[in-house]
T-cell receptor, first 113, second 112 residues
Framework: QQQVKQSPQSLIVQKGGISIINCAYE??????FPWYQQFPGKGPALLIA?????SEKKEGRFTISFNKSAKQFSLHIMDSQPGDSATYFC????????????FGQGTRLTINP | DSGVTQTPKHLITATGQRVTLRCSPR?????VYWYQQSLDQGLQFLIQ???????AKGNILERFSAQQFPDLHSELNLSSLELGDSALYFC???????????FGPGTRLTVL
């Protein structure tokens, strides 16, 4: 099954809070998991990425947690700021035959000041 | 700015027509990917080219085709357009592997 399920669809967090977005997959043929941030009218921008042999990766306020056995990964945004308000997409690289990125449905994040 | 350019930014056309979307990848990137983004389908991979050759195909309709030219720019051709083809079309590029893809600003296609 070449699907990545993302939740929630939308999320509202107060400034300074922690934003958490979750993704799940079923097939072990995925071998690379990036997160993209998209502002209105712009293309998705690569935010942070992780490989399945690592359980956590942190870059500034952004952290990916990866649970290989559960086939789940999540994005944590610490000290969320109004400028983080955007749509976030998780993705997974399909590594059999045609390599491609499969995207989750996206989460619209709003950070209230 | 990702370094990937796409033209035009907006395109309005009628059903049954044909359009061409253009993409210039980042300098040095050999791979180009096309995606369709619609409200109900999210980001859907359409097709990948690597150094002029088709490398992978996703959910691309037979009415759609693409090519990558010797200067590495790519074009996505959409024909016999239907209302449901209205969407944002993104091009992305990467140096070699599919890991780090850099997206262009997109072309918004409206079919009336």
């Amino acid at each position: 099954q070449q699907q990545v399920k993302q939740s929630p669809q939308s999320l509202i967090v107060q400034k300074g809070g922690i934003s958490i977005i979750n993704c799940a997959y079923e097939n072990t043929a995925f071998d690379y998991f990036p997160w993209y941030q998209q502002f209105p009218g712009k293309g998705p921008a690569l935010l942070i990425a992780i490989r399945p042999d690592v359980s956590e990766k942190k870059e500034g306020r952004f952290t990916i947690s990866f649970n290989k056995s559960a086939k789940q990964f999540s994005l944590h945004i610490m000290d969320s700021q109004p400028g983080d308000s955007a749509t976030y997409f998780c993705a997974a690289r399909w590594n059999q035959g045609a390599q491609k990125l499969v995207f989750g449905q996206g989460t619209r994040l709003t950070i209230n000041p | 700015d990702s370094g990937v350019t796409q033209t035009p930014k907006h395109l309005i056309t009628a059903t049954g027509q044909r359009v061409t979307l253009r993409c210039s990848p980042r300098s040095g990137d050999l791979s180009v990917y096309w995606y369709q983004q619609s409200l109900d389908q999210g980001l859907q991979f359409l097709i990948q080219y690597y150094n002029g050759e088709e490398r992978a195909k996703g959910n691309i309709l037979e009415r759609f085709s693409a090519q990558q030219f010797p200067d590495l720019h790519s074009e996505l051709n959409l024909s016999s357009l239907e209302l449901g083809d209205s969407a944002l079309y993104f091009c992305a590029s990467s140096a070699y592997t599919v890991n780090e893809q850099f997206f262009g600003p997109g072309t918004r296609l409206t079919v009336l």
